[in-house]
């Protein structure tokens, strides 16, 4: 009966959620604008971050330590773009809401307002952005010389399956960051240990074969590599179903601890904020 509750509750939570879809696209409009449109570069800065370090890490491994290709066949330019680009949506958008209640702590206090939408408001930014990147990574893949092909297609699928995954991660700890100031803090440190941690700027196939499952672990590491199926080795995200079983029941379970998290400490935000 517990379990059934929670589903309940959950399922409730998520019409909540769609009931508000459009102060959710409002103020979605409104950070955006005021993220990037209020400064002298305004939206340019959206994409310099990103492209100054993908940019300083291809003339490192290239030139410095002269890294040629991936897998004898892959230019390591190609394969480093492809890899860090989703990384970068992931990590902003786990970073940038970990904060959103503190930012947007004058609409918590409104009874009427449902503060569960909020960190969905910082990746919902971040992922306008990030479909500029996806057409650069498109440009990228065939100036490379990659056709476009019908799996391009499932970039969307990843992308999909990283806002569950980073929303229900943005609930739990934006939820506990009012109480415990040290979280974002935290976060940061644990990105950069997943940041090192994850295939990135390695290939995962330097690794003994039977250590392969550790990587996997890793549901970011789907991602990652989802986008490099994609555009570079052209794989189906449907092809090893039992890696994308196990990736979906993790985010699953991510998803619904977040959003119960956040649903328990909600009636104490106006008392801390």
């Not at 990652?224 to 196990?246: A, H, M, S």
Request: net charge positive; hydrophobic share 50%.
């Amino acid at each position: 009966m517990k379990l059934v509750n929670i589903l309940k509750e959950f399922y409730f939570f998520l019409m909540a959620l769609w009931q508000n879809r459009f102060i959710i696209i409002q103020l979605t409009k409104r950070d955006f604008q005021n993220r990037y449109l209020g400064s002298y570069l305004g939206l340019p800065w959206a994409f310099i971050k990103p492209l100054a370090s993908v940019i300083v890490m291809w003339f490192a491994f290239t030139y410095g330590l002269k890294v040629g290709k991936v897998d004898d066949s892959v230019p390591f330019a190609m394969w480093l773009m492809v890899g860090i680009i989703p990384w970068f949506y992931v990590s902003e958008n786990v970073t940038g809401s970990t904060q959103s209640l503190q930012e947007y702590s004058f609409l918590i206090k409104n009874i009427s307002f449902r503060p569960s939408i909020i960190p969905l408001i910082k990746i919902l930014t971040n992922s306008l952005i990030h479909l500029f990147f996806i057409v650069f990574l498109a440009i990228i893949s065939i100036a490379y010389g990659y056709s476009p092909s019908l799996y391009w297609l499932q970039v969307f699928y990843y992308m999909g399956y990283g806002i569950v995954l980073t929303l229900g991660i943005s609930w739990c700890f934006s939820s506990i960051q009012p109480f415990v100031r040290d979280v974002s803090h935290i976060i940061e440190v644990a990105m950069q240990l997943f940041f090192w941690g994850t295939p990135i700027l390695w290939s995962y196939k330097m690794l003994p074969e039977k250590l392969y499952f550790i990587v996997k672990l890793n549901p970011v590491f789907y991602i990652v590599q989802g986008y490099r199926n994609t555009f570079i080795y052209k794989i189906g995200f449907f092809e090893d179903w039992k890696f994308t079983l196990y990736c979906w029941s993790i985010t699953t379970i991510v998803f619904v601890f977040g959003a119960m998290v956040f649903k328990k400490l909600k009636p104490h935000f106006a008392d801390v904020l």
